[in-house]
């Protein structure tokens, strides 16, 4: 795509169990580098990256990915999606998960170890994913979405509980992807985390408080961090409605 | 539909069950320890109830089973998050529910296959028709069972639930497949009612096989009926998936 939007979100308004989750929703995700989707628990971040993976019954409103509707049949190789709690077979190990992934994908045996490398499980392969930690199991969770070549990355809070050297390199990882042209969507809770993203995208109640560099967000709002920045932003709608 | 993915699908699902050592051991000898106790039970005063129900036995204990595991495999499926994330892939509802098919059905055909050598052989079972004939029936009725939990395990929230399925969808059945009382001796409004239920058509072909040697036209129609139903079941299982949930 020329202007490299990867993810256009127009009037998203989604429903969930009688209460408005997302009003009314417009943003974009572009390629080039990573973006955060951040925002507290209940935020609508989940809602948010479920409706763009194509999995959310959605009321209104138009979600394109890598210019095709969402949910595209054509999209089911090209974007890779980590649920927020770890979707994998716990009766099954390492290895055997990542190798039925990588079947359903048509994505060659070989990627297998390159993802157990890229998210250090190689040690694990043959153990049980039920018999690991609740952060190997989450690392098995992301491998599974790094299988095939996909253009679009989509993470549910990946580093969540993650020990902070792994977490460092994840990081890096999703840094390394986004230059070689890979949109990188990744939520999280934690608002440290804003910090190693390119772009925010800062998410309350279902409403977008902004969109904007780290750099640029902090000079705007005048916060020291991303969290003050949170702050002054709720402050400011609170004033303005 | 995609081969490639319906037989990977199959593999993991026979992949799960081989780390499961303790639910194997269940499936292939339960059968055969509750055939060898019912014609112990029978053995010194009336040998011939065991000949008269064995047959049947043979054939209900993999739908029985196997609608058990089933119901309870996809309703996991469901709730680990997998079966979003498989359908972010390129899975076709259709390559799923066969992959479960294929694959329970080939542990069904291993069970039938253990519990019919058990019943023919050390147990003696005097059957009429073809001992290979009893295999086909029990793993027709197998897919019953997978296909029919696959479809009730859109109905249930919770592992507890599904479980709570049995006694509602599968005894019923039992009680009124004729297996108690043939079915046309039964008050009329109960035997058309068993007329349109599935494992009816399994017992009624469990009982042909005991007593006539011959492939009769009725034992074709019920083998018919039985696969049928299965294949049906699965057509509406695959309805009540859905990629986008609320
Ligand atoms: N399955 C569901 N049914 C009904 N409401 C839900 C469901 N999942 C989430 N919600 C509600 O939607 C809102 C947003 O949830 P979610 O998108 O998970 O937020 P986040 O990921 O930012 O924590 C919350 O108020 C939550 O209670
Ligand atoms: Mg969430």
Request: proline share 5%.
């Amino acid at each position: 795509m020329a202007n490299n939007v990867v993810v256009q979100v127009r009037g998203l308004r989604v429903v969930r169990g009688g209460a408005v989750v997302l009003p009314d929703l417009t943003l974009e995700v572009r390629a080039g580098g990573v973006t955060g989707l951040l925002g507290p628990s209940g935020s609508g971040k989940s809602t948010l990256i479920r409706s763009i993976v194509g999995v959310q019954v959605v009321d209104s409103g138009t979600v394109q990915v890598l210019g095709r509707p969402a949910g595209d049949a054509r999209l089911r190789t090209r974007v890779g999606y980590v649920t927020q709690s770890p979707s994998v077979y716990a009766d099954l190990t390492v290895r055997e998960n990542l190798a039925y992934f990588a079947a359903v994908l048509g994505a060659p045996r070989s990627h297998v170890d390159r993802v157990m490398h890229e998210v250090a499980l190689e040690s694990q392969a043959r153990v049980l994913v039920g018999r690991l930690s609740g952060g190997q199991r989450s690392r098995v969770s992301l491998a599974a979405a790094l299988l095939g070549s996909p253009e679009l990355l989509v993470l549910d809070e990946p580093t969540v509980g993650l020990d902070p050297v792994l977490r460092r390199d994840l990081w890096d990882q999703f840094h390394r992807l986004a230059a070689r042209g890979v949109g990188v969507l990744v939520s999280s809770h934690v608002m440290d985390e804003a910090s190693r993203c390119d772009r925010l995208l800062l998410l309350r109640e279902g409403r977008l408080l902004a969109d904007d560099e780290p750099a640029a967000l902090l000079a705007r709002t005048g916060g020291r961090d991303v969290e003050h920045a949170f702050l002054r932003l709720c402050d400011e709608t609170e004033v303005a409605a | 539909m995609s081969t490639r993915v319906t037989l990977a699908t199959a593999g993991r699902v026979l992949r799960q069950l081989r780390h499961d050592h303790r639910t194997l051991a269940l499936l292939l000898a339960v059968p055969s320890l509750l055939l060898t106790l019912l014609w112990w039970i029978f053995d010194e005063r009336s040998p011939q109830v065991f000949d008269g129900v064995g047959a049947v036995l043979v054939c209900l204990f993999p739908f029985l089973v196997m609608f058990l595991v089933t119901s309870i495999a996809t309703l996991r499926e469901r709730s680990s998050g997998t079966l979003e994330r498989l359908f972010t892939m390129p899975m076709g509802k259709a390559d799923l529910l066969l992959g479960y098919a294929i694959g329970f059905g080939l542990v069904a055909l291993l069970q039938a296959g253990i519990a019919v050598t058990v019943a023919v052989w050390p147990l003696g079972l005097d059957l009429a028709g073809s001992p290979w004939l009893l295999l086909v029936i029990a793993v027709a009725d197998a897919l019953l069972g997978v296909a029919l939990g696959l479809f009730v395990s859109a109905f249930a929230r919770t592992e507890f639930q599904a479980v709570q399925f049995m006694p509602v969808v599968v005894l019923p059945q039992f009680l009124l497949g004729g297996f108690l009382l043939p079915r046309e001796q039964m008050p009329r409004l109960l035997e058309l009612l068993s007329d349109v239920l599935p494992l009816s058509y399994a017992i009624d072909a469990a009982r042909l096989v005991t007593a006539t040697p011959d492939l009769t036209a009725q034992l074709g129609r019920d083998l018919g009926v039985v696969f049928g139903v299965a294949i049906a079941l699965l057509g509406l299982g695959a309805a009540t998936l859905r990629r986008r949930t609320p």
